[in-house]
């Protein structure tokens, strides 16, 4: 299972311990917000992009839209989403369970988007649909695959 694959990936950093499990699905940011308790801005969800005969994949507050101009100023190329059979070949996780840990296929990188610098922590999935895990940033910063930090999203009108 994915989420235990996580978790035994997460014990090297000491974080294995900060992996929930619900009872019901977490596929969605509405609903791993409801499951945690929290609000879905402070999801970090994962978003799996083509790039060339490779994948990025970009950790984004539950609230962040992809803004295609800067995605394709970073990238080089439009924001084109990853096939639900790729998202598996590419990240070995299911939709609703891709996170940017335990990535072992080197044509995947990671990144993580500003849009959730505004939060002390933040809750990504943690291989399953039904799983996260409650990380300060540091911590995603340290334990994910990421290449660092980019700005490649927007955020809703008001938000800051």
């Known amino acids: 299972m994915s989420v235990d694959r996580v978790r035994e990936y997460l014990k090297g950093f000491g974080l ?9 699905s977490s596929a969605t ?19 799996s992009f083509k ?15 992809i803004d295609n101009r800067k ?21 070995g996780h299911a939709i609703g369970g891709v996170c940017p840990f335990d990535i072992k296929d080197e044509r995947v990188t990671a990144y993580l988007d500003v849009s ?15 799983s996260c895990v409650v990380l300060t940033l540091e911590e995603l910063e340290r334990a994910s695959c990421s290449a660092g930090w980019v700005d490649v999203c927007k955020l809703p009108e008001g938000v800051l």
Do not use: N, Q
């Not at 294995?16 to 019901?24: A, I, L, N, R, W």
């Not at 959730?116 to 039904?130: C, E, I, Q, Y």
């Open 51 to 65: 790039v060339g005969d490779g994948a990025v994949l970009v950790v984004a507050a539950g609230d962040a839209k």
């Open 116 to 130: 959730m610098k505004r939060f002390d922590t933040v809750l990504p999935a943690a291989g399953s649909d039904s």
């Open 71 to 91: 995605y394709k100023d970073r990238f080089g190329t439009k924001a084109k989403m990853l096939t639900p059979e790729e998202v598996i070949a590419y990240t």
């Open 16 to 24: 294995d311990s900060k992996v929930k499990e619900f009872e019901v």
């Open 29 to 47: 940011v509405e609903l791993a917000a409801e499951a945690a308790g929290v609000i879905p801005a402070r999801i970090a969800k994962t978003l």
